[in-house]
């Protein structure tokens, strides 16, 4: 039952950041073909907002294994 948790809060930590960054980036995308001239900015927004996502998902591993760890 244990390992069916951990495969499950796993599944979750990893599909969570996922779909964070897949919408980072469409809407990146999105926004540089409107406005090709901001690109700069567009371009430090998304690389901060997904470095915070992967950060978020690494903590979110770590506290797995520190729970689940023996």
Do not use: C, D, H, W
């Amino acid at each position: 039952m244990q390992s069916m948790i951990i495969i499950l809060v796993m599944f979750a930590t990893i599909l969570g950041p996922s779909a964070v960054i897949a919408a980072i980036s469409y809407a990146s995308i999105r926004a540089l073909g409107r406005n090709p001239s901001s690109a700069p900015k567009i371009l430090l927004a998304m690389i901060i907002a997904l470095i915070f996502a992967e950060a978020i998902a690494v903590i979110a591993l770590l506290i797995l294994f520190q729970l689940f760890g023996k």
